[in-house]
């Protein structure tokens, strides 16, 4: 499971509105916050099999809609509990948050269960002096990706018979419910006035 300090977003409702916008969008939602926050009590969507993939934006932590796995959070959980996947999920927080009448505008929207650990600041990392792909350090990026995913896979992901170590699985929204956030982010952080 994901340490406190890190979060998935579920659903993002919108993005690039001034605070006005925003504080007018979050009255309408404010109403049904409750049976959105609190969806993942009776939805119990579990994720796994984490590894770590990059874009030209950043690096993420991607997990897997589990699929029967054994569960190791909760013991008492069943493989056709996993029937309602992160994508069930996804599409009835969309249904739930629309149904406040606030439009669901997304940056994103296709459904990935992801944690992003790291943004491309600069082109100087990955380009040369003339701002053209410098193949040697790409390659040095994609092999320390690719250790990283056989070190996740064999620390973290199931093996027949066993259950899956801890920082393996992620049951969404797990003992407390879904956080609802508004405010200005960048680079994952929320500003703390909001």
Known sequence: MPQDNLHMTALEITHSLTAPEIEELVEQVRPGLPSITDYTYAHRARVVKPSLSYDAQAFALSFLPAAGEPCTADPSRKPEDDEFTYHHLRRDLYALTSATGVKVASRYVVPSAHLTVGRFIKTSDTETAEGKVDHARMQELVNTVDEINEW????????????????????????????SRHGALWYGFLFPNS
């Open 152 to 179: 996740l896979k064999a620390e973290f992901w199931p093996v027949d018979g066993k259950g899956i170590k801890a920082g393996g699985e992620w049951i969404v929204g797990e003992g407390k419910g879904l956080d």
